[in-house]
């Protein structure tokens, strides 16, 4: 019982990380077919009473906010921008006290038109998804046609003062493994914030490999050869799952994300709830924690808290991706939410 009475108001677990990030996913949909996220006929959606109501998500982040010490809330999905009810959910969140950051993660197809509205709601920043800057490779990677788009989103961010605006990139071997350079030159001159990601084992297809991932050596080896990269803060990074380097002397600066050969678990201050109201004290869990149920069957507040309070005290130590026996989770990245 000393748990719950010493950290009555955090998301504490068994190894003392205490969670103040809460990753909400809004809708498994997406209006890109990413290879390395989803088959190109897309996958079986939740059906829409299974996911939460633009009210039951705005009372768990409430109860997050105000009960159990979360001060930034991250929206994804699938992709966020399709859920219709976006606007009202943001601005009920902004208006919370003590008011969260809050930051959305997108493929940026939507902004051109949502940047400013989103803004004006009270959204704080955007992450947008941007893996190649060739059309005929996005058409490959996306299985769309929407680079224009999404180049037209990052700059319609940055016009609303969604800054700063970050750009995510995944690489993949024999695909875009040789557009580190370019990608980053291309972020540089135009003030975004890039981030590239190794591929994680998450996609809905179970077809990822260690061999074919880019890896973060390869890619800082990539980078050096036409930047000048100096370590920032080095060791230092405290929560951020990002490894920066300030690029030929700052201040402009480049972040990798290692999540598979250098992973940051033993600082990990993230906790997620997914579009159908589960709970994930890790990207690669494989149990949740059903809030949806009680929440419809008229639990209070604070027995809420509780079952998410008992659901982070479970959290391992590590995702465990090089563990013999890793499984990878068998709800794709899209169903869980970045």
């Not at 205490?18 to 909400?24: E, I, P, Q």
């Not at 009270?122 to 941007?130: A, E, I, K």
């Not at 800082?220 to 036409?226: I, M, N, P, T």
């Amino acid at each position: 019982m000393g748990r719950i009475t010493d950290q009555a108001r955090t998301l504490v677990d068994t190894y003392g990380r205490v969670a103040t990030d809460l990753r909400v996913s809004l809708t498994d949909r997406c209006n890109l077919r990413c290879t390395y996220c989803m088959p190109a006929e897309g996958l079986d959606w939740l059906p829409k009473p299974e996911l939460l109501t633009a009210d039951e998500i705005v009372r768990l982040i409430r109860i997050a906010v105000t009960r159990l010490g979360v001060r930034e809330v991250r929206f994804t999905g699938g992709e966020p921008l399709l859920r219709r009810d976006l606007l009202d959910v943001i601005g009920r969140v902004a208006a919370l006290q003590p008011r969260p950051q809050i930051s959305l993660t997108t493929n940026g197809i939507g902004l051109p038109r949502l940047a400013r509205p989103l803004r004006e709601a009270g959204l704080d920043r955007v992450n947008v998804s941007l893996d190649t800057l060739v059309p005929e490779r996005f058409r490959k990677l996306a299985l769309r046609d929407r680079l224009a788009d999404v180049v037209a989103g990052l700059a319609a961010a940055d016009a609303a003062g969604l800054r700063p605006v970050k750009v995510n990139a995944v690489l993949m071997r024999g695909v875009n493994d040789d557009e580190a350079p370019e990608l980053l030159r291309w972020c540089l001159e135009r003030g975004y914030q890039l981030r590239f990601i190794e591929q994680m084992p998450l996609d809905a297809q179970h077809r990822w490999s260690r061999d074919a991932m880019v890896t973060a050596a390869e890619i800082l080896d990539s980078l050096s050869a036409a930047f000048d990269l100096t370590p920032e803060d080095e060791g230092i990074r405290g929560s951020a799952p990002a490894e920066t380097w300030l690029v030929d002397g700052g201040p402009a600066r480049v972040g990798v994300i290692a999540s598979v050969t250098r992973p940051f678990c033993g600082s990990c201050d993230r906790t997620r709830l997914t579009a159908d109201g589960q709970i994930r004290n890790c990207l690669f869990a494989r149990e949740e924690s059903d809030l949806r149920t009680p929440l419809r069957g008229g639990a209070t507040d604070e027995e809420l808290a509780e079952r998410w309070r008992a659901a982070m005290w479970t959290k391992k130590a590590g995702a465990g991706i090089d563990d013999l026996g890793f499984l990878q989770p068998s709800r794709p990245m899209s169903a869980i939410g970045g």
